[in-house]
């Protein structure tokens, strides 16, 4: 098969096409003809030597995937051979075979095409375990989500204002706050001219927000703290401005918040697939129905993976990075 190697770690440019045998499935594993990956930011870190795969994953980037299910393992009992599917993975992506465990899999909802279907699974289990599992988001509160020009934050826009919450977004530029706006967030900030701690005290009556997803972390910290409401709840996912502050823990206290942040790609099956399950029954029905959708920004062929990188990398693309497997 073919797939995308990383000969060294670097820039773009060390992301090469090379080819080997297709990979076998496990017990309780589904190998997959691959139409369509998605780009995400772990695939950069990867691609530059700071975020190497967990054990037993492949070393070929790519954490989600669609296509049809070509030879299920020993113990499956779905999917089928022949299924349509898309599935979160710990890494292997970048190719035209990859493995996925069967728990994980989610049959492509009606309507969709492989290419929107390969773009949810990074980013919804993501914004459902932190957004609403662990945070527990619910209708009639308010939500903090920075990056929302990205694909985990018009993923989570979409869903917050799908089950009744309201959203306070921020992003970079005019084009991606009319984005995020058409999405259906309720106020969008430009964080380059606003300050969006100010802004969610407005929206919220001096109140502050009662959850944050934060993408950031570093100098907006503190910041985030200050906008949270009394028994607030403040997720980290990523660290774009680094992984270090110097916290008020007397804030902290004060407003009896919840701090907490996780990481996904190295959790047990098990928990993913609970999540799988939770998006199925809950989410799934809104993909079909058209209520919410994947927002894709371009579509490239594997080859140009190196140009998927480099676009992610400059920050100008709103929603998801795709590549298209040829077939």
């Known amino acids: 098969m073919r797939y995308i190697r ?16 297709p990979p076998a499935p496990g017990k309780n594993q589904v190998l997959i003809k691959v ?7 772990p695939d950069v870190m990867q691609r530059q030597g700071r975020y190497p795969p967990p054990p037993g994953a492949p070393d070929i980037p790519g954490l989600e995937i669609a296509g049809e299910v070509i030879e299920p393992g020993e113990g499956v009992t779905w999917p089928n051979r022949g299924d349509q599917v898309c599935a979160l993975i710990a890494g292997g992506g970048y190719a035209e075979f990859a493995v996925a465990d069967a728990p994980v899999c989610l049959p492509v909802p009606a309507g969709l095409t492989p290419v929107e279907a390969a773009a949810l699974p990074e980013t919804f289990f993501t914004v459902w375990s932190n957004l609403f599992d662990r945070a527990g988001l619910k209708a009639g509160e308010s939500v903090l989500i920075h990056g929302g020009s990205s694909g985990i934050g018009t993923t989570a826009i979409q869903l917050a204002k799908a089950f009744g919450a309201t959203v306070v977004t921020t992003a970079g530029s005019e084009d ?30 001096g109140k502050g927000v009662d959850v944050i997803i934060d993408m950031v972390a570093g100098d907006y910290t503190n910041r985030n ?48 697939a609970s999540i799988a399950a939770g998006l199925k029954q809950q989410v799934w029905p809104l993909l079909e129905s058209g209520k919410i959708k994947p927002v894709i920004h371009t579509v490239l062929p594997l080859s140009e993976a190196g140009e998927g990188h480099r676009l992610m990398e400059s920050s100008r693309h709103i929603g998801k990075i795709m590549l298209r497997v040829p077939g």
């Open 6 to 21: 990383i000969t060294e770690f670097g820039d773009p440019d060390v992301l090469q096409i090379a080819e080997c045998d």
């Open 176 to 205: 991606k706050c009319k984005a995020c706006r058409e999405l259906g967030a309720d106020l969008v900030v430009n964080y380059r001219e606003e300050d969006f701690v100010e802004a969610c005290k407005d929206a919220t009556g």
């Open 225 to 272: 703290i200050e906008a949270a409401a009394v028994e607030g709840r403040y997720v980290f996912i990523a660290g774009l401005r680094g992984f270090s502050a110097a916290v008020s823990i007397r804030s902290i206290m004060l407003k009896r918040l919840v701090v907490t942040g996780s990481t996904l790609r190295p959790r047990p099956v098990g928990f993913k």
């Open 35 to 41: 139409a369509a990956a998605g780009i995400n930011r």
